[in-house]
């Protein structure tokens, strides 16, 4: 840092004594002209043409750059401008001494809207010159630099690291400079405020700043004014090189700089050497022999590849004719598959064939196995009560001339009367058993008393039914990773579908067959940190009953248990992936009207039934991983 202060302290000396003999040699030609002046009269129009044309502002910018800082672009109408940019207090204060400012752009710009630590521009003529002056708000860095007719100046909050690629002087490197954006320079700060300085004088300096050989191109040319304080020596590079529509390369030690055109045609020279070298390289062939894929995936996996070198070709191989060199064979490279053999033939120069050997040694190794344990668990739970009862009363008693009678029915009230007979049960008088929800017989106790005219008939029955059922499926299937596996079991049924039969035309018959089955169908991927993502199908049919078609046989009725879903889960560790609750409660009364609601009698008079059903399934899947690929 110091040495390049006192470099430039000496440069600044240099310039004083340049000035000051300059200014020497103008007195003496402006007395020679003088004189000359005084013995040959000059025309106005000789003298129009003498006098060299001012400078003057053609446009005045002001964009958002990256990290929210304010940049100001000022252009002139031709070369040889000499801004002088310094800060004062809360304004950043832009002098032009040699250009003038048009009235049409003597005017504030208000700049709130861009979000920048510039809130205001003020462009004001100061005498034949030019000032701009900047309001900011809250710490600021400045940064100033010139590239041929343009000026910018770049505002930049202190907290937030310089927007380097904001310094970008041209529009055709836009790429490079979101990159740069990205980019955390370590190099030592530099301060430089050189106005109009060669740039291969600067590019000394940073050499010797940074402690690196830098090798300009003779193409490198033109002069920069620079104003940069405390910045980073690679990042003043960078806003160097950039201003100027340079670039670098580095080896090692040794920058190398140039336009970009220039080293652009040099990297695209040494490329097609390198390609015609290996284009006169004699071609070998070699054999691969395939152990654990099939050679025809692989050779189509490589032909599709883009630049592959036998792009084109039929059959299992052929000589290719694409020139585009980043593929995994060259341009003459030939690939052939035997399926036989499960042999790739390659025919290339020896780099390719060593790169594809390495390539293919990647793709032709064995992967590991997993085992996939399926359980299917069905449970049901079911529960039936019915209570009923039936009872008659039968009855016969003279008076006089009349008879009573009493009975269920008026049939068999006629029967008595007339054949003096009673059959029970017809005479009953409540006829309400258990029945409904059970399916057996139901338990029953009855009593009966008969006098000589009187006849009691009392039935009481009941029933309850328990019943729990667990139905268990184990599938298991092995399968390669990412290789789908299948397995089922169970039977098909045939049943009949009728067509025709309509306009007079015969009913046709027709048996189709239909799976019920128990399928598990599984694809397993097995992930880095060693846990296992499966794409299942699990299904579990079954026939409930059979509905009978008169002619036609029967047709059944599947219960369907299907569940298609994707998991991860860990290495040996079960995990439910599914199931279904079914709950039923279901109660019935049938009664006598008013006689039913009788407390405690009321339940001769009717009969009551309660039903509860519940049906679970829940499917287990667990997968476990068979470990065969070397680690």
Not at 156 to 181: D, F, I, R
Not at 521 to 528: C, M, W
Request: contains cysteine; proline residues 4%; glycine residues 10%.
């Amino acid at each position: 840092m110091t040495a390049l202060n006192v470099l430039s302290l000496r440069l600044a000396r240099h310039r004083t004594r340049v000035r000051a003999c300059g200014l020497g040699l103008a007195i003496g030609l402006f007395a020679a002209t003088g004189t000359v002046a005084a013995a040959t009269p000059v025309t106005p129009a000789q003298a129009g043409s003498q006098a060299s044309a001012p400078l003057q502002v053609s446009a005045i910018d002001f964009k958002r750059g990256q990290d929210g800082a304010g940049r100001l672009i000022l252009r002139f109408d031709g070369n040889g401008a000499a801004p002088d940019l310094r800060n004062q207090g809360d304004s950043v204060i832009v002098d032009v001494g040699n250009a003038s400012l048009p009235a049409s752009l003597q005017r504030p710009l208000n700049v709130v809207d861009f979000a920048t630590p510039v809130q205001r521009i003020d462009a004001l003529a100061n005498g034949r010159g030019t000032r701009l002056v900047l309001n900011t708000k809250g710490s600021i860095e400045s940064l100033a630099y010139q590239s041929g007719n343009e000026y910018v100046v770049e505002i930049l909050p202190a907290a937030a690291q310089p927007a380097v690629g904001s310094s970008v002087a041209t529009a055709t490197s836009a790429a490079t400079s979101a990159a740069a954006s990205n980019r955390t320079y370590k190099g030592r700060p530099v301060t430089f405020n050189f106005q109009d300085v060669p740039v291969r004088t600067v590019l000394q300096l940073i050499a010797e700043e940074s402690g690196l050989n830098i090798v300009a191109s003779d193409t490198v040319q033109g002069n920069v004014t620079l104003r940069l304080v405390n910045v980073p020596w690679d990042q003043a590079l960078e806003i160097v090189l950039r201003a100027k529509g340079l670039d670098k390369r580095r080896d090692g030690g040794v920058i190398w700089v140039a336009p970009q055109p220039e080293l652009a045609k040099f990297e695209q020279d040494k490329e097609d050497a390198r390609i015609a070298i290996e284009n006169r390289q004699d071609l070998i062939t070699d054999y691969v022999q395939i152990n654990y894929h099939s050679a025809t995936e692989i050779f189509k996996a490589l032909t599709e590849a883009k630049g592959i070198g036998n792009q084109g070709s039929g059959g299992g191989g052929g000589s290719g004719s694409n020139q585009f060199e980043n593929g995994f064979l060259s341009p003459r490279g030939r690939i052939v598959a035997d399926e036989r053999t499960n042999t790739l033939m390659i025919s290339d120069i020896p780099k390719k064939v060593a790169q594809m050997r390495e390539l293919i040694g990647v793709i032709d190794r064995p992967v590991d196995q997993v085992l996939i344990e399926g359980r299917i668990v069905i449970a049901t739970d079911t529960f039936a009560r019915d209570l009923g009862a039936r009872f008659g009363i039968a009855g016969r008693k003279q008076y006089g001339d009349n008879t009573a009678i009493i009975t269920g029915d008026v049939e068999d009230s006629v029967s008595i009367s007339q054949d003096n007979l009673h059959v029970v049960p017809d005479g009953l008088n409540v006829n309400l058993p258990a029945a409904g929800f059970i399916t057996n017989p139901a338990a029953s106790i009855a009593y009966t008393l008969l006098g000589q005219n009187f006849n009691l008939d009392l039935e009481l029955s009941a029933l309850q039914e328990e019943g729990r059922g667990e139905v268990i499926s184990n599938p298991r299937i092995v399968t390669a990773n990412q290789r789908e596996g299948v397995i089922k079991q169970g039977q098909e049924i045939g049943y009949v579908t009728i067509t025709g039969g309509t306009a007079g035309s015969a009913a046709t018959p027709n048996v189709q067959f239909k799976e019920a089955v128990l399928e598990l169908r599984v694809t397993p991927t097995i992930t880095n940190d060693g846990r296992v993502f499966l794409n299942l199908n699990v299904k579990k049919d079954e026939v409930r009953e059979y509905i009978t078609l008169v002619n036609f046989g029967t047709v059944p009725i599947l219960d369907k248990r299907e569940i298609n879903t994707a998991v991860l889960v860990e290495d040996g560790q079960t995990v439910v992936i599914g199931g279904v609750y079914e709950f039923t409660d279901r109660t019935s009364i049938s009664k006598v009207p008013f006689l039913g609601d009788i407390p405690f009698l009321g339940n001769l008079f009717k009969k009551k039934g309660r039903q509860k059903n519940k049906a679970e399934l829940l499917i287990f899947i667990t997968p476990k991983v068979l470990q065969v690929a070397k680690r």
